[in-house]
């Protein structure tokens, strides 16, 4: 049996129930994303569904129960059936536009978040059933990391020479830190699983450049200090991102022994029990009123204009 993943209740973390979106399961009992806040309707989101079937993965493995066992293998197979081949790799697409501030993405786009996911399924399902099949679609996900986002993958190479493998591949974008990291703990797996050492080459880029430019994903103000959510324009990473930055430093260092990550989560872990949800700082109470007031009004603005464009 395949180790659990690292995060307990990962899916449910990650969609813990708000105003923005609803979760419902089809006919099949796939789950689907009901986008409300963005008018989306309900929507298969890979990413989520590998998130769900890790979870119900871990819950099989501490329970023995056969409905988890059943419903993971059910969101692997999804998986198995729905990558896109483009011959040499194969991706998950997204079927919906996504448009926030800062990102403007025209369906079909894809995701290294998902691409990653969907390889720590994968990798739990060959491993569980013994059947080929999940490895080989796993190879072609994980092909998708050396394909430009020009010609259809996830990689990207910027100015300074830094590999990033981009949440969201898109015409518009910036570096969002969970989503990196989610996909490189996936190309880990498998090199894990298969030792495939173009997975740990993979892997180990993507972690130079994670070392060389963890402090762009501070926040680092006088008053008011945590994790960003990208390097570019939503400065903060809010309370459940910055939960998953910790995890994660947490996990790269298990993994990697560097010493950067075992800094970035104490320091991390520090921001959140001074400046958290559970503290008096009044500083946090400053920083989320005046950023939740900028933020929400950009949002609406942004929005509109783009859609506006579209149309």
């Given at each position: 049996?395949?180790?659990?993943?690292f995060?307990?209740?990962?899916?449910e973390?990650?969609?813990?129930?708000?105003?923005?979106?609803?979760?419902?399961?089809d006919?099949?009992?796939?789950?689907?994303?009901?986008?409300?806040?963005?008018?989306?309707?309900?929507?298969?989101?890979?990413?989520?569904?590998?998130l769900?079937?890790?979870?119900?993965?871990?819950?099989?493995?501490?329970?023995?129960?056969?409905?988890?066992?059943?419903?993971?293998?059910?969101?692997?197979?999804?998986?198995?059936?729905n990558l896109?081949?483009?011959?040499?790799?194969?991706v998950?697409?997204?079927?919906?536009?996504?448009?926030?501030p800062?990102?403007?993405c025209?369906?079909?786009?894809?995701?290294?978040?998902?691409?990653?996911?969907?390889?720590?399924?994968?990798?739990?399902?060959?491993?569980?059933?013994?059947?080929?099949?999940?490895?080989?679609?796993?190879?072609?996900?994980?092909?998708?990391?050396?394909?430009?986002?020009?010609?259809?993958?996830?990689?990207?190479?910027?100015?300074?020479?830094?590999?990033?493998?981009?949440?969201?591949?898109?015409?518009?974008?910036?570096?969002?830190?969970?989503?990196?990291?989610?996909?490189?703990?996936?190309?880990?797996?498998?090199?894990?699983?298969?030792?495939?050492?173009?997975?740990?080459?993979?892997?180990?880029?993507?972690?130079?450049?994670?070392?060389?430019?963890?402090?762009?994903?501070?926040?680092?103000?006088?008053?008011?200090?945590?994790?960003?959510?990208?390097?570019?324009?939503?400065?903060?990473?809010g309370?459940?991102?910055?939960?998953?930055?910790?995890?994660?430093?947490?996990?790269?260092?298990?993994?990697?022994?560097?010493e950067?990550f075992?800094?970035?989560?104490?320091?991390?872990?520090?921001?959140?029990?001074?400046?958290?949800?559970?503290?008096?700082s009044?500083?946090?109470?400053?920083?989320?009123?005046?950023?939740?007031?900028?933020?929400?009004?950009?949002?609406r603005?942004?929005?509109?204009?783009?859609?506006?464009?579209?149309?």
């Amino acid at each position: 049996m395949f180790k659990k993943y690292f995060i307990e209740s990962v899916f449910e973390k990650m969609f813990p129930g708000t105003n923005e979106y609803n979760i419902s399961i089809d006919k099949n009992g796939i789950i689907l994303v009901d986008y409300v806040a963005h008018n989306l309707g309900k929507r298969y989101n890979p990413a989520a569904i590998a998130l769900y079937a890790l979870s119900q993965y871990n819950m099989f493995v501490d329970t023995g129960k056969d409905q988890y066992k059943e419903s993971f293998l059910n969101h692997a197979n999804w998986l198995v059936d729905n990558l896109i081949d483009k011959g040499k790799f194969g991706v998950w697409h997204y079927d919906f536009p996504w448009i926030t501030p800062g990102y403007l993405c025209s369906p079909p786009w894809i995701s290294s978040m998902a691409q990653g996911l969907g390889i720590s399924v994968l990798v739990r399902a060959c491993e569980m059933t013994k059947n080929v099949k999940y490895l080989e679609v796993a190879k072609k996900a994980l092909t998708s990391f050396e394909v430009p986002i020009s010609e259809g993958g996830v990689l990207y190479i910027d100015k300074k020479g830094d590999v990033w493998y981009e949440e969201y591949a898109c015409q518009k974008r910036a570096q969002v830190l969970n989503g990196i990291i989610f996909a490189l703990i996936g190309v880990y797996e498998m090199y894990e699983y298969t030792k495939d050492k173009n997975a740990k080459e993979i892997f180990d880029k993507g972690i130079q450049t994670l070392k060389r430019r963890l402090s762009d994903f501070e926040l680092n103000l006088v008053f008011f200090k945590s994790s960003k959510y990208d390097s570019n324009l939503l400065i903060y990473a809010g309370d459940k991102y910055h939960d998953f930055h910790i995890e994660q430093m947490k996990k790269l260092y298990e993994i990697t022994k560097e010493e950067i990550f075992d800094e970035y989560q104490k320091r991390w872990e520090s921001c959140k029990k001074k400046y958290g949800p559970n503290s008096k700082s009044k500083g946090r109470f400053i920083f989320i009123l005046i950023y939740s007031i900028i933020y929400a009004r950009f949002l609406r603005f942004y929005t509109r204009y783009i859609q506006n464009t579209i149309n």
